[in-house]
């Protein structure tokens, strides 16, 4: 059974750092792809970033690029997300998916597509002050 942990969520002020971590379960993470969506109140689920480890593939939401990095550790099954320079508007609830990885390749915009992605972790809240 495939199962997704997301976690590490909380309060900063604008401007700091935050890491979520991802630990997985029940599937290869060399042939599936994690991808990291957020929910802010009263909008739609938007792509943040993903990862596909095998090829070395990071994709990035424009919103995001040059303060979020993600990151894999295969050893752990865990996928990260450094979020620097966060910003209010980066306020959401962070959720965590995965898929098979090939099921990107041939469409590298498919991974901004939250029905794309079969499993997900349950969401963790991140607050930026301003």
């Known amino acids: 059974e495939v199962q997704l942990q997301a976690s590490g969520g909380g309060l900063v002020q604008a401007g700091g750092s935050l890491r979520l971590s991802c630990a997985a379960s029940?599937?290869?993470?060399?042939?599936?792809?994690t991808g990291w969506f957020r929910q802010a109140p009263g909008k739609e689920r938007e792509e943040v970033a993903a990862?596909?480890?095998?090829?070395?593939?990071?994709r990035y939401a424009d919103s995001v690029k040059g303060r979020f990095t993600i990151s894999s550790d295969i050893a752990l099954n865990t996928v990260y997300l450094q979020m620097d320079s966060l910003k209010p508007e980066d306020t959401a609830i962070y959720y965590c998916a995965a898929d098979l990885a090939r099921k990107f390749v041939r469409d590298d915009k498919r991974w901004r597509k939250p029905y794309a992605w079969h499993y997900w972790g349950q969401g963790t809240q991140v607050t930026v002050s301003s």
């Open positions: 990862i596909d480890t095998r090829a070395g593939t990071r």
């Open positions: 029940g599937f290869d993470s060399d042939d599936y792809a």
